[in-house]
């Protein structure tokens, strides 16, 4: 694996994991009863983003790694997804075409 598709793999799951954990424990100004003016009452207290942040950051490590052992050391592969014999070269499957 490249180290740009690694880092495009990273960047993915830290902004899957961001859009998680954004919402969890989220109080509103809605909630608070303290609406400011000019704002939905949707909009959050105290978003907390540096904690969300770190948070974030520390899950996705864990998942990136995991990740990139199962990659890099074969158990899963492309050709494991090949279920309409497509990936295979035209030589390697009699000279048919996918």
């Known amino acids: 694996m490249a180290i740009t598709s690694a880092l495009v793999l ?14 969890l424990r989220l109080k509103t ?7 400011a003016r000019g704002t939905p009452s949707s909009a959050p207290v105290d978003p907390q983003l540096k904690k969300r942040a770190l ?5 996705t490590v ?19 997804f090949d279920w309409f014999d497509h990936f295979t070269p035209p030589s ?7």
């Open 10 to 23: 990273f960047a993915v799951i830290w902004f899957m994991t961001l859009f998680i954990v954004l919402p």
């Open 29 to 35: 100004q809605a909630d608070v009863g303290k609406v």
């Open 92 to 98: 390697a499957n009699g000279g048919t075409g996918g």
């Open 62 to 80: 864990v998942l990136w790694s995991i990740l990139m052992v199962v990659i890099l050391s074969g158990v899963i592969e492309v050709e494991d």
């Open 55 to 59: 948070i974030v950051t520390v899950v």
